[in-house]
């Protein structure tokens, strides 16, 4: 058994991002990811940045184009009949925060060198790769694309 100090925040942190995208709540990162206090809040934070530039970039022709529609922002944008209102909004946040808890775990690969934490290193790469893949598929969502999963043999 192994204990692991839950710190977390003590004030909420809030991360401005670009008008038309929502601000990113350090917060609703850490509970809706399953971060324990062994992630500062420094590191969270440097890898939510990083993934709401990378998302933001990745979007950044679907927001040109929305904006020329006259929508100012991610929420404003509609959502289709069949989804329930806040869609895009849901999905970005998804995008942004898989992306982030991906480079999470890859950073914290060098946590524990031991055999134990290196198997358990490797058991998470799986995961990592199932965080990319997720937030690639939240945003081909957003931009209405098809997911597409090619493979070679």
């Given at each position: 058994m192994s204990l692991i100090a839950a710190?977390?925040?003590?004030a909420p942190v809030t991360i401005t991002n670009a008008p038309f995208f929502p601000d990113l709540s350090l917060e609703e990162f850490r509970d809706s990811m399953r971060l324990d206090g062994t992630v500062t809040d420094a590191r969270a934070v440097h890898a939510l940045e990083a993934a709401m530039f990378d998302v933001n970039r990745s979007?950044?022709?679907?927001?040109?184009?929305?904006?020329?529609?006259?929508?100012?922002?991610l929420e404003d944008v509609p959502d289709p009949d069949w989804q329930p209102l806040g869609t895009g909004v849901r999905l970005y946040l998804r995008a942004v925060w898989c992306l982030a808890k991906a480079d999470l775990i890859e950073r914290y690969r060098d946590y524990d060198a031991t055999g134990s934490g290196h198997d358990q290193a490797d058991a998470m790469d799986l995961t990592s790769d199932?965080?990319?893949?997720?937030a690639s598929w939240a945003l081909s969502d957003i931009r209405g694309h098809h997911r597409t999963t090619v493979e070679l043999i």
């Open positions: 710190g977390g925040s003590t979007l950044s022709v679907f927001m040109k184009a929305r904006k020329e529609q006259g929508f100012e922002t199932d965080l990319r893949r997720n």
